[in-house]
T-cell receptor, first 113, second 110 residues
Framework: GENVEQHPSTLSVQEGDSAVIKCTYS??????FPWYKQELGKRPQLIID?????GEKKDQRIAVTLNKTAKHFSLHITETQPEDSAVYFC????????????FGQGTRLTINP | DVKVTQSSRYLVKRTGEKVFLECVQD?????MFWYRQDPGLGLRLIYF???????EKGDIPEGYSVSREKKERFSLILESASTNQTSMYLC?????????FGQGTRLTVV
């Protein structure tokens, strides 16, 4: 089945700098790649997603890139702010019919003021 | 806004008890999921359902079962709770692959 690896497990950056989180997946049939943000004590929330027919997608300070050949995708956060501190999860959907998501292990991002 | 509601935020149960975790969604989504969240392991899929009375095993189904009698409700059942089932349990519903999560149930088995 699908396997998603996420790196790094923890990331600390200075406020205003950029942060990059990377994920690799194993199933070439996966076609949907969302990113979730989970603040302390709260539920995971979808922040951005990309489908396999697109190479890059941006939404204000966040962007996701996808390299289908290499089977990896990345989350980029620019001009980081304290409220970006959270755990971020990547995921891949291996089968369009079942629509189940396989998640990475998570990255704890800390923004230092 | 999509609303996914789990019946309990915190639960403490004894080893061997039968435990029911309930989840309700209000957006008429076909797909519903139960995940388990443990530090360093991410979210692992226990079971999912793509229609009423339909269910499929996820990656870690052992020790769990599920029930979906109505479209809006998906229940996770721990047949005989064990201490290694102490965890955060997250329910989700989805439409066109976009998943929406409940607030989570932190279960402690003593």
């Amino acid at each position: 089945g699908e396997n998603v690896e996420q790196h790094p497990s923890t990331l600390s950056v200075q406020e205003g700098d950029s942060a990059v989180i990377k994920c690799t997946y194993s199933d070439s049939a996966s076609n949907y790649f969302p990113w979730y943000k989970q603040e302390l004590g709260k539920r995971p929330q979808l922040i951005i997603d990309i489908r396999s027919n697109v190479g890059e997608k941006k939404d204000q300070r966040i962007a996701v890139t996808l390299n289908k050949t290499a089977k990896h995708f990345s989350l980029h956060i620019t001009e980081t702010q304290p409220e970006d501190s959270a755990v971020y999860f990547c995921a891949a959907s291996p089968h369009q019919g079942a629509q189940k998501l396989v998640f990475g292990q998570g990255t704890r991002l800390t923004i230092n003021p | 806004d999509v609303k996914v509601t789990q019946s309990s935020r915190y639960l403490v149960k004894r080893t061997g008890e039968k435990v029911f975790l309930e989840c309700v969604q209000d957006m008429d989504h076909e797909n519903m999921f139960w995940y388990r969240q443990d530090p360093g392991l991410g979210l692992r899929l226990i079971y999912f359902s793509y229609d009423v009375k339909m269910k499929e095993k996820g990656d870690i189904p052992e020790g769990y079962s599920v029930s979906r009698e109505k479209k809006e409700r998906f229940s996770l059942i721990l047949e005989s709770a064990s201490t290694n089932q102490t965890s955060m349990y997250l329910c989700a519903s989805s439409h066109e692959s976009k998943a929406f999560f409940g607030q989570g149930t932190r279960l402690t088995v003593v």
